[in-house]
Each structure stands twice: as C-alpha cells, then as structure tokens.
C-alpha cells in the first residue's frame, strides 16, 4: 500500500496500529508532540487482559516480550476498610490472566518494535484540513505539513481529531484524583508496604477512596479519589508538597495511619487528574479517510479497560486495513461496526465499576464484583 497513513499520537494504541500495520509490511507515520520517548513519565501499572490487550500483543508479535515484563505477584487484591483492618484478600496464583506490567515499558517493546522513522517527534498538531478524495492536511506547530490519505486520531481524552468527527467534548466525571509516590517503601515505610502488600490495594468509601499498586523495586503508587467539585484543585497549591498533602489528608482524618502515609509521605509533589468521560457512546457517521481509537474515541472512568481497549483498536483497525487491501473505506467501515458496540459496552462497565468503588454501598459492592456475589 502506498497511501500515507498518518496516526495522530505515539500512546499505546497509536503504537500498536502502527506495529501491526508494520508486521503486515504496510508503512505509517505517527505523529507525536513529545519531543522524543522520554519527554513525559508514562504512568503506572497496567492490567493487561487476554481478550483485549493480550491478543493485540499477540498480533504484533509481541507477546513473548510482554510476558518478561510481568510484574510477579501484581494481580493479588486486597480489600481494606479505613481502619486498615483487611475485608477482603486475594493471592496471585498466576491465573487470573490479567498480568501487570509497567506501562512505560510495555510502550518501550512497542516503540523498539517499530523502524526509527515510524515515529515523528515534536510534532504537536496544530490544525487539520479536510481535502477532496478524503485527504487531509496535518498543519503543525512548527509549520510543517503533511497530506494523509488515512488520519487516524489516537490522541487521548483532548484529541484534535475528534472534532471533525464529534461534537462531544469530555466532561467532568465528580471526582479528582490525587497521585502519588513512596519510595523504597519496605525499609521506609513498612506499614504502608504491608498495608499495600503484594499488589493491588483498594480502601474505598462512599464517595471517596485510595488505590495503590505495588510497582517494581519497591514503589507504592497511589491514587487519592476525592469527591470534589471540578474546580476544587484551584484551591490547592500542589507546588506546595507538604501543605497539599495535608490538604488531601485532612479528606481521609481518623483513617489508619499506613493508609494516610500514601499521602503524606509521597516522596514526588501530588499530581491532581480531574477525571473526565465523553457523555455519549462512541459512535459517529462514516467520514472518508478518517477514524478514532482509544481515548480519543471512547474516554471513559477508569476501570482497567482504556489502555486495553486502546491496543486492541489500534490491532483491530490495522487487521480491517489488512483485511481489505486497496480499500481503506471498505476497512474503516468493518473496525467502526465492531467498535461502537464494543466501546458501549466498556464504557456501561467502567461506570459500573467507578458506582461500585464509589457508591453507597462501598466497599461491600465492590467485594461483590471481586467474589461474583449477587451475579
């Protein structure tokens, strides 16, 4: 195929289109506004699924590479109630077949997969123009263009892309999270550690809660849920790292100390995320040489699901184009069907999750949907 294909951003599943696409010896060009691959720290750990980000691993041939990144041990849940008293636990016997990797690492094996030019860095789009025969110009920061014969938006929750297909914009979900980190957590801070364990903590409440993931050599990282307006964060000065924490600590008074200390005693400044959500299932008219994956299409509460869901439309959409050689329509027509229903049906389960982790009921519900109670 000679038609330039142009993938607007270098995250997973823009990764993962173009590794496919290049396995099946077709050429694409992803166009990302970091200046090179190490610009920005690539987030936290993933649970990667069979159905969804395994099998896309499998297509790109990277499988046996992400099975050496697997976080031993990761899959294990503990369930705790603010007294740090345990409700509910679970080993990682190996079966659970959602393995956690490091998603900086995991976009490591995808970008080492790929030919050095695949990827253009720093170039931040700045305006698109649709063209005849369902071509588009790509106008970028710097002022250079290029014409592509396929744009492919997988530009996350913000996409410049989006809007030539969607009205909608993300919406404020009612909660913000604040990030941090402890460090050399066994000798430092045990308690935590312990509190923590060997992989997974959740210690939820109505409306507000902490997660924490133990990640490689020691490092607890954690996610403060508060239930908060959105313009809460403007109130806090996380420049401040002793006086925001407290801040957000002061949310969480009377909990057990182990519990607190993942935010007191974060050894980075507190990040706040504002969770946002697109208001409508991903679904839109068949627009020539033009289609969404990932975030970008279908920005949803975290659940475990985005990041899977990311790979596996970029391997879908890139085994569509394969499927269809010489008709890119015929292509994107095949990978749209497949996704609407299948970005619905995420997004009615993330927000299932998010009410069970959140709602009156918590923790209880969400023990529930660990143990298969009331299904």
Same mark, same amino acid.
């Given at each position: ?105 995991? /976009?490591?094996?995808? $970008? &080492? ?7 253009? +860095?720093?170039?931040? %789009? =700045? *305006? #698109? ?37 969607l009205d909608a ?71 401040? /790292?002793?006086?925001? $924490? &407290? ?7 009377? +909990?057990?100390?182990? %519990? =607190? *200390? #993942? ?49 596996y439309d970029g ?45 009156p009921d918590a ?13």
């Amino acid at each position: 195929m000679t038609k330039h294909i142009a993938i607007v951003g270098a995250g997973l599943g823009g990764l993962m289109l173009a590794r496919v696409l290049h396995v099946h010896g077709i050429a694409a060009t992803v166009y990302e506004a970091d200046t090179s691959a190490h610009a920005r720290t690539q987030g936290g750990m993933l649970d990667i699924h069979q159905d969804t980000g395994q099998s896309a691993l499998k297509a790109a041939g990277l499988y046996q590479q992400f099975v050496a990144l697997v976080h031993p041990g990761g899959e294990a849940i503990r369930v705790l109630d603010k007294d740090g008293a345990v409700l509910f636990e679970q080993a990682d016997d190996g079966t659970g077949g959602r393995p956690e990797v490091l998603r900086g690492e995991l /976009r490591r094996i995808l $970008l &080492a997969s790929l030919p050095a030019t695949t990827i253009a +860095w720093g170039h931040k %789009l =700045t *305006a #698109l123009e649709a063209l005849d025969g369902g071509r588009h110009a790509l106008v970028f920061a710097d002022g250079a263009t290029v014409t592509a014969d396929l744009l492919v938006g997988a530009d996350g929750a913000w996409s410049k892309v989006r809007p030539l297909l969607l009205d909608a914009k993300p919406v404020y979900a009612g909660k913000t999270f604040v990030e941090t980190f402890l460090f050399d957590s066994d000798r430092r801070h045990p308690a935590s550690a312990a509190a923590v364990g060997g992989g997974a903590l959740f210690v939820m409440a109505s409306g507000q809660g902490i997660f924490a993931h133990r990640e490689p050599h020691g490092v607890l990282h954690a996610y403060v849920a508060l239930n908060k307006p959105e313009d809460w964060m403007a109130t806090v000065d996380f420049t401040d /790292r002793t006086g925001a $924490l &407290a801040q957000v600590a002061q949310e969480f008074a009377g +909990w057990a100390p182990a %519990l =607190t *200390a #993942l935010i007191t005693a974060s050894d980075t400044d507190p990040v706040a995320r504002a969770i946002k959500t697109l208001p409508i299932a991903a679904a839109w008219e068949r627009r020539p040489g033009l289609t969404l994956l990932g975030d970008a299409a279908h920005l949803m509460v975290p659940s475990g699901e985005g990041a899977n869901l990311a790979m596996y439309d970029g391997a879908e959409l890139a085994m569509a184009i394969v499927a269809h050689p010489g008709d890119l329509e015929a292509a994107l027509a095949a990978y749209e069907r497949a996704l609407f229903p299948r970005a619905a049906n995420a997004a009615d389960g993330a927000r299932d999750i998010f009410d069970r982790c959140f709602g009156p009921d918590a923790p209880r519900s969400l023990i529930e949907m660990f143990t298969g109670a009331g299904e």
